[in-house]
Structure formats: C-alpha cells, structure tokens
C-alpha cells in the first residue's frame, strides 16, 4: 500500500485513513475493509508502530492507528465511530443493523473483540509478557505496555479471558448455524463479521501467501498460550475463511 506522510494529509480533502505503515494491525485492517466493501476512497497516511509519533498526536490528540479524518472534520479515533462515518459516506451496503436490538447486539460483540479488557486486548497482553522479561524488548514495547496496563500479573488472568470471549462468540455462530445462517447476526454480512474475520489473525494468522507479515509479528500471533490453544471452536476459524472467501481481498495489502 503506497502511504503520504502526515504533514502531507493535513492539507488533503476527502477521507484521509491513518494506519500502521507495513503490518496488518487487525484494527486498521478492519477499517479498510469497511471501506474498500462501501466503495469508498481514501488516501492511506503512515503510523509508525510503538513509535512515538508525535505529528499524529498533534493532529489527531493521540498517537495510535486507525484514525480516520474526512474533510474538515473532528478526527474519529475509535473503530465504532469510524464504522459509523463510512456509513454516512456510503451507506450501502449497510453494515450496521437497522434494528436497534440486533444493532446493540452487533457493537457488544465488536467491543469483546476489540475493546478494552476484549480478546485481542488481553492477546497484546499475552504477546508483551515474554517481551516485558528482557531489558531490550521492554524498552521496544514501553508504549505499548502503558497503554494495555501491563502487569505480570494482568498477564497471567489474559489466557482465560480470551477463552470466555472465544467461547461467547462461538456460541453465538452455532447458533446462527442452527438457525441456516453463515453470518453472526440475521442472514446478511454486518461490521462484526469484518472485525472478526481480521481479528481472528491473533488466533491464528491468515497464511504467508495470503498475509505477508514480518517474521517476528507472524511468530507473536502463532504462539498461543495453551489455555487458548486447547479451548477454542474451529468455527471460528471457518466463519474467518468463509468471510474472505465471499467478501473480502486477498492477499492483504498493508
């Protein structure tokens, strides 16, 4: 994916997409799949990861990845607000329930999956542990570390949570397999199957022919604690190969 410089998106109109710079941060990847489904165009603007990125907090009040900023307006920080942005650009095909039951279903999953406290909150947890025991990769992912509020012990409850989360949102695809349907809410693609189907990287990582990660970022997604290894469904797996199959792009271009 060819990216401008922040300095370089300032001045931009249209929807500028910050995202971390050469690696498939499910986050980001998430985003741009809403977008690339709606059709709707956007210049891709480079985050440097753990980095400090300072431009990007002066611009945005923050310094992490997605942010997206569309003409003159307030920078939308969160993955819930950018799926509502996309929505107002183009809203068909609509991901986002019309009915409110079901549409408060859909962003309290979302938010398992990636909210604070959510799977892959306590997965990073699970990833900087190792790295947190050595003097050199603790000073790498510091930033990291802070924002997850990182704590040995925080670490150690990580693989059970996971797994609870794992086993909510499993059940919930039974159930609609039950019910004759491929998708985890009614009978048509919503946000959530799109968040998953990225997120489920950090369960196990899309192949290298099809995701071509660095070595040390594929070797952090693939090493599961064995509380996570041995206490997931399959379908899960499946739903995230079934989605890419019928509506997303592979090999990811990040």
Request: with cysteine.
């Amino acid at each position: 994916m060819d990216y401008i410089s922040i300095a370089e998106a300032i001045p931009l109109p249209g929807l500028r997409l910050v995202l971390t710079a050469g690696a498939p941060n499910p986050w980001g990847e998430s985003a741009k799949a809403i977008l690339q489904l709606k059709n709707i165009d956007f210049t891709a603007v480079a985050q440097e990861a753990a980095g400090e990125n300072a431009d990007l907090q002066q611009w945005t009040g923050q310094t992490s990845a997605p942010v997206a900023v569309f003409n003159d307006e307030t920078a939308r920080t969160q993955s819930v607000d950018i799926i509502f942005l996309a929505e107002r650009i183009n809203p068909e095909p609509a991901l986002i329930p019309a009915e409110p039951v079901v549409r408060s279903q859909m962003f309290g999953l979302i938010r398992e999956i990636i909210g604070e406290q959510g799977f892959a909150w306590n997965r990073r947890l699970l990833m900087l542990h190792p790295m947190m025991q050595h003097p050199e990769g603790k000073q790498f992912v510091s930033r990291l570390a802070e924002k997850y509020g990182y704590s040995a012990a925080n670490a150690e409850q990580a693989a059970q949570k996971c797994v609870d989360i794992l086993a909510l949102l499993s059940e919930q695809l039974l159930s609609q397999q039950r019910q004759g349907s491929r998708y985890f809410l009614g009978d048509s693609l919503t946000a959530l199957d799109v968040y998953w189907a990225n997120f489920a990287a950090m369960l196990k990582p899309l192949p290298p022919e099809q995701s071509a990660m660095d070595a040390g970022m594929r070797h952090a997604y693939e090493t599961l604690d064995p509380v996570i290894a041995e206490n997931y469904d399959p379908i899960l797996l499946q739903h995230r190969d079934f989605i890419y199959q019928q509506h997303l792009t592979l090999p990811l271009d990040f």
